[in-house]
């Protein structure tokens, strides 16, 4: 036997999870996980799927739906908080497994563990809330109140980039909610999505309640997508499979949440203390590999520190060190496989020819010494980019950010509001009236001030204005809005036919 087929054999099968059983496809073709920082470590052969295990994962969900959601908020509640403690006995391994899989330094896959971990106690905590209202109703005799349900079978459509923290923030209310789901998680990532539904097996998820499928989006999200007993889809990934997704959303009636991208910015002012926002820039475009919906992929600078804040980042940007996640001293992983790389590296042309911005520095394909094996960029920054530009406007979803002047606070807004999508936005100032200007005027959905657009925490609203999404929010409380429908309950004790909107009361 060949030396690589049989290093090959050895490798360790995962399965699909379907009603409580880990199964293969019945397609028999398998897929093979491979790490990005060196595509010789294979971590995993995972199963093609095909549209037949969609409709058996549907069909389990839709059988268990009845029990789930008759067991009592709380009581479901109990299972999740168990899970909670699961996800933090096992961060450690959880975390250096996607860092295999993904990419993503150990301390940044360590804080995407702990986003899971806080999202599912925190939504957990819900089960004995889920409120409702009560509100009085127009005729004597007669109560009025508001309460939540379930919406039914969910479909989980999760990207490559938190391969547990958003898994999480869909699968944890969908379930406190009354759900049942079919999660279908990034192609490049399947073991963290993996890790995450056997906690909940481990954690005593009735059978049927979790379904995982694994495989490629273009083959298996259509047949979940269009499945006519799923009533909800929630996505998170790019606005170009969203856009296709919502179109049969709509032909078919079905709830759709979307999560899609992002062109964020940090506005730098002349009073900000410009060492903490070299720090924030540098944190917010190059944390992740610049792989982030909320990544800070242009920095809007006031003129008077323009220079300054250009030196400053370039040099630190040049510094990071850039390598294999699981090594600690590296600062910046690698991106997450040849179509990205050729896309951001396209970028970069586009920056340089086209565009005609300044390269302050990076641009380069690293692939010698350690580097060989993976997909490496250097950390890139461009100068001197105009607002219109390509690079100014698309997103780039990698290790490359856009340096970009202005004069007045008024323009940089303009300049942060003036993109199609409406995600995450900051400011650096130490002046509290250009700080509450900014969060008046910036349309994002998330903001911050003296610090960079990334780091929302779970119990916030998430999500975006404009092409971003479509006016839903996950995590907070807000994400229940999504995951239940609600009720209007009438109670008429008066014993007697009273009409509303016509019976008139005598006082
Ligand atoms: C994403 O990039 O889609 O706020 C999610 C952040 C993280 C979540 C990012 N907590 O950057």
């Known amino acids: 036997m060949a030396k690589a087929a049989k ?3 050895s490798v360790k099968k995962y ?62 509640a109990e299972i999740l908080f168990k899970l909670g403690e699961i996800l933090r006995a096992n961060k450690d391994q959880y975390s250096r497994e996607m860092t295999r899989e993904m990419g993503k330094v150990l301390k940044e896959t360590g804080g995407d ?23 009085p109703a127009e005729m ?31 699968l944890i209310p969908a379930l406190v909610c009354g759900n049942t789901v079919v999660l279908k ?42 499945h006519p007993d799923v009533r909800l889809i929630s996505f998170t990934g790019s606005t170009a499979t969203g856009k296709i997704i919502a179109e049969q959303c709509a032909r078919d009636n079905k709830i ?3 999560e899609m991208g992002g062109k964020n910015a940090i506005i730098v002012m002349d009073d900000a203390d410009i060492d903490n926002a070299v720090e924030g ?39 990071l060190r850039v390598g294999n996640g699981l090594d600690r001293r590296t600062e910046v992983g690698p991106v997450i496989n040849q179509q990205a790389m050729d896309k951001i590296h396209g970028y970069i042309d586009i920056g340089r020819r086209h565009d005609g911005a300044k390269l302050a520095t990076g641009g380069e394909i690293l692939n010698k010494g350690s580097h060989k094996n993976g997909y490496f960029i250097s950390p890139t920054v461009f100068a001197d ?47 509290v009236n250009h700080a509450f200007y900014a969060m008046q005027e910036l349309y994002t959905g998330i903001c911050y001030v003296n610090s960079a657009t990334i780091g929302a925490e779970v119990h916030l609203p998430f999500g975006g204005t404009k092409g971003t999404g479509n006016g839903h929010r996950e995590a907070g409380t807000q994400v229940l809005d999504i995951f239940s429908e609600w009720k209007s309950l009438y109670i008429d004790y008066s014993g007697r036919l009273q009409k509303a909107q016509i019976d008139e009361f005598e006082i």
Not at 51 to 76: C, Q
Not at 147 to 164: K, Y
Not at 193 to 211: D, H, M
């Open 256 to 258: 759709v949440s979307l």
């Open 140 to 170: 004597p005799n007669k109560f009025a109140m508001c309460v939540r349900q379930p919406v039914g079978l969910c479909g989980l459509i999760t990207p490559f980039n938190f391969p547990m923290a958003i898994p999480s923030w869909k």
């Open 281 to 319: 820039s540098l944190w917010g475009a190059f944390g992740t590999s610049g792989q982030r919906c909320t990544a800070s992929s242009r920095l809007v600078v006031h003129k008077k520190v323009y220079k300054k804040f250009v030196t400053q980042l370039s040099d630190r940007a040049s510094r």
């Open 113 to 135: 563990v702990q986003e899971a971990i806080d999202c599912t106690y925190f939504t957990a905590g819900e089960g004995r809330r889920l409120h409702g209202f009560t509100t």
């Open 15 to 76: 399965y699909n999870y379907i009603g409580g059983e880990w199964v293969p496809s019945s397609s028999k073709d398998w897929f093979d996980n491979t790490n990005p920082a060196d595509t010789n470590d294979v971590i995993g052969r995972f199963p093609q799927s095909n549209a037949d295990d969609i409709r058996a994962a549907v069909s389990a969900a839709k059988n268990a739906a009845t029990a789930w959601r008759r067991t009592p908020a709380p009581r479901r």
């Open 7 to 9: 290093a090959k054999s």
């Open 385 to 431: 980019v105009s607002p219109k530009m390509r690079i100014g406007q698309e997103e780039i979803f990698g290790p490359v950010t856009s340096v970009i002047p202005f004069s007045t606070l008024d323009e940089a807004i303009e300049i942060v509001n003036g993109v199609a999508y409406g995600l995450s936005s900051a400011i650096y100032t130490q002046n």
């Open 185 to 226: 998680s990034g192609e490049d990532v399947p073991l963290s999505a993996l890790n995450l539904v056997k906690a909940c097996e481990q954690a005593g998820i009735p059978k049927g309640v979790v379904n995982l499928v694994n495989g490629d989006g273009g083959e298996i999200g259509p047949a979940l997508v269009g």
